[in-house]
C-alpha cells in the first residue's frame, strides 16, 4: 500500500530548496521523502512552514460580531534537501531540480537513519539522545570530540550541566580520561545513581552510579587534595592572586621575602614567606602583603608540596578539580596551571589522550577583557587535536567566550539560547544553520537541543536523553 502524499512540490524548483503545497500533518522541523527522477528517494527536512489565508482585517471584525464569514486557507512549507546516499556511502545532493508536481511523503525514522548516517550500534560512539519527535538515537564519535573540541550552548537554567554529565556517562562507558574544571561543585554527584522516572524506559536508560570512575581533587575533602608549590609560582603572579590595587609597588618586598627564602631551601610555603617578611621589612607595604598573603593562605591550595601528574590524571578516570568558593582570579590560576602542565605532558605521551571539560568557559577565555587562562585556553584549542588532547567547552555567553576558542569546536550542542548577541555569535560559528533553525532555538524546550557535526550533513535537533547519574546542578527549591 502506498503512503499518502504530504504535499505537492510547485512553484520554483531548485535541487536543494523546494516549495510544497500542504495537505496532510506536517510541522516545522519534520523530515519528508520526495522521488527525484535520476537518483530516487531524497531526504528533505521542513524548514519553515506558514498558512495563507483571504481574511482581511475587516471581516474578522464582521466573525467578532457574530457574522459568519467563509475563509480560505492554504498551507505552504519551504523544505531544505538534505540528500542521499550514493553507492560509495557519501551522502549528495541532486544535480538538477525535481519535477513540480512532485509528491512529497512523510520520511520513516529507517529511512532517515540511514541519510543521516547516525551511527546507531557502532563502537566508540556516545549515546546522547533521540532525533526529536522519532525514536532514532542519536551518537557521537568519541574519537572526533576528543580530536576534534565540542561545545555545549545554553541560557542559565538550559540544562548544559546536565547534557555534559550525559556526555561523561558516555565517557567513563568507554574508559575514556577526562579532567573536568568545575566552578560550582556539580559533577562529584556523578558518582551516585539518579532517581528512576518513567522517560527512562522511552530511552533505554537505567539509574547508575560511577563511584570507582570519579576522583574529586580539591582544597578540602576531596579524594586528592588540591595543592600548589609555591616555588614554581613567579612573583607577579603571586601578586596577581592577591586584592592589591597597585600590585607593583609591592614587587620589590616581596620579591626579596622570597628571593631569601629560595637561599635557604627550595620548599617554603605562605607562612615562611610572612615569617621572612617581618624579618626584612616592617613597612606598611610588608603589612599589607602579610594580610593578603594570609588571605590566600585561606584558600588552602598552596603548599609546600604540589600535585603530581599521576594524581590528577589516571588512565580511563574522570578527574574532577572541584573549585567552589574558590575567587575567579584564582580559578583562572588553577586552569592555566594544570592546563599547561597537562598539555605538555600530554605532548610527551606522559599521560593518556584526555578530554577536558571546562564548565563556564567565557571566565577562562574571554573574549573581551583579560583572563590569566586565555592565552593556554587559545593554544589548547588549536593545537591539542594533534596530540589527543580535546576540549569540552561549556559556557552560558556563546558571545563572551574567545571566538578562537568556540570556532574550533568542530561539534556543538546548542541548548535553548534567548540572549541576540549569543543568538549571533551561534549563527556565526555554525555551518549550515538556517534563519529558521537560530529562530527555533530561542523556542527549544528544556532537554532539546541543536546538534551540528562534520558528520551530519545538516544541524539536527535531538531529545537529550535522562542522566544516570544524580545531577548535581539541579534548582534549589526555594517554596
Known amino acids: 500500500m502506498m503512503d499518502t502524499p504530504i504535499g505537492i512540490i510547485y512553484g520554483d524548483v531548485r535541487p536543494t530548496l523546494v516549495n510544497c503545497s500542504v495537505v496532510g500533518n506536517i510541522r516545522q522541523g519534520d523530515y519528508v521523502k520526495i522521488k527525484h527522477h535520476e537518483v530516487g528517494w531524497v531526504l528533505g527536512r521542513v524548514d519553515s512552514i ?30 531544505i534537501i538534505i540528500g542521499y546516499r550514493d553507492e560509495r556511502g557519501l551522502i549528495q545532493t541532486p544535480r538538477t531540480p525535481f519535477a513540480a508536481g512532485t509528491p512529497v511523503f512523510s520520511a520513516d525514522d529507517d529511512f ?12 566508540g ?6 532525533v526529536y519527535h522519532h525514536e532514532i538515537p542519536y551518537t557521537i564519535d568519541i574519537n572526533s570530540m576528543v580530536q576534534k573540541h565540542i561545545s555545549v550552548l545554553a541560557k542559565t537554567g538550559g540544562g548544559k550541566s546536565y547534557l555534559t554529565g550525559v556526555i561523561i556517562e558516555e565517557l567513563m562507558k568507554n574508559d575514556v580520561t577526562v579532567l573536568i574544571f568545575d566552578p560550582h561543585g556539580e559533577y562529584e554527584s556523578m558518582k551516585y545513581p539518579a532517581k528512576y522516572n518513567k522517560e527512562m524506559d522511552r530511552f533505554k536508560v537505567t539509574p547508575r552510579g560511577y563511584p570507582e570512575k570519579i576522583i574529586k581533587i580539591s582544597p578540602e575533602k576531596g579524594d586528592v587534595d588540591l595543592r600548589f608549590t609555591l616555588s614554581q609560582i613567579n612573583i607577579k603572579e603571586l601578586l596577581g592572586l592577591m586584592n592589591l590595587s597597585d600590585p607593583r609597588s609591592y614587587f620589590v618586598p616581596l ?3 622570597v628571593d631569601s627564602l629560595r637561599l635557604k631551601s627550595v620548599e617554603y610555603d605562605l607562612d615562611d614567606i610572612i615569617k621572612e617578611l617581618k624579618q626584612i621589612d616592617d613597612s ?6 602579610e594580610r593578603e598573603l594570609r588571605y590566600l593562605k585561606s584558600l588552602n591550595i598552596f603548599s609546600k608540596k604540589g600535585l603530581k601528574i599521576d594524581e590528577i590524571i589516571k588512565k580511563g578516570k574522570v578527574s574532577v578539580i572541584e573549585m567552589k568558593g574558590i575567587p575567579p582570579d584564582v580559578q583562572q590560576f588553577i586552569v592555566e596551571r594544570l592546563l599547561y602542565v597537562l598539555f605538555e605532558a600530554r605532548k610527551k605521551d606522559k599521560i593518556p ?14 573574549q573581551q577583557g583579560k583572563s590569566l587562562s586565555s592565552k593556554i585556553m587559545r593554544t589548547v584549542a588549536s593545537e591539542g587535536r594533534k596530540f589527543g588532547f580535546g576540549l569540552l567547552v561549556v559556557t552560558q555567553r556563546p558571545a563572551k567566550i574567545d571566538k578562537n576558542v568556540l570556532s574550533q569546536c568542530s561539534t556543538q550542542l546548542i ?4 540572549n541576540p ?41 535531538i531529545e537529550v536523553r535522562p542522566r544516570e547519574t544524580d545531577d548535581g546542578g539541579k534548582n534549589i527549591r526555594v517554596v
Request: charged share 20%.
Open 50 to 79: 506558514e498558512a495563507k489565508t483571504n481574511l482581511s482585517i475587516e471581516k474578522s471584525y464582521e466573525i467578532m460580531n457574530g457574522k459568519e464569514v467563509q475563509v480560505e486557507q492554504s498551507i505552504t512549507s519551504q523544505i
Open 112 to 123: 532517515i537513519s540511514n541519510v543521516l548516517n547516525l551511527g546507531v550500534g557502532k563502537k
Open 125 to 130: 560512539r556516545a549515546y546522547i539522545g533521540l
Open 255 to 257: 620579591r626579596k621575602a
Open 284 to 289: 606598611s607595604l610588608s603589612q599589607t602583603l
Open 353 to 366: 589522550p584526555t578530554l577536558v571539560v571546562v564548565e563556564e568557559a567565557h571566565n577562562f577565555a574571554p
Open 415 to 418: 541548548l535553548k539560547v534567548t
Open 421 to 461: 548577541n549569543d543568538l549571533k555569535a551561534i549563527a556565526n560559528s555554525v555551518e549550515n544553520i538556517t534563519s529558521t533553525s537560530v529562530d527555533e532555538i530561542q523556542r527549544l524546550p528544556i532537554g532539546v537541543a541543536l546538534a551540528t557535526s562534520p558528520e551530519l550533513p545538516i544541524p539536527l535537533f
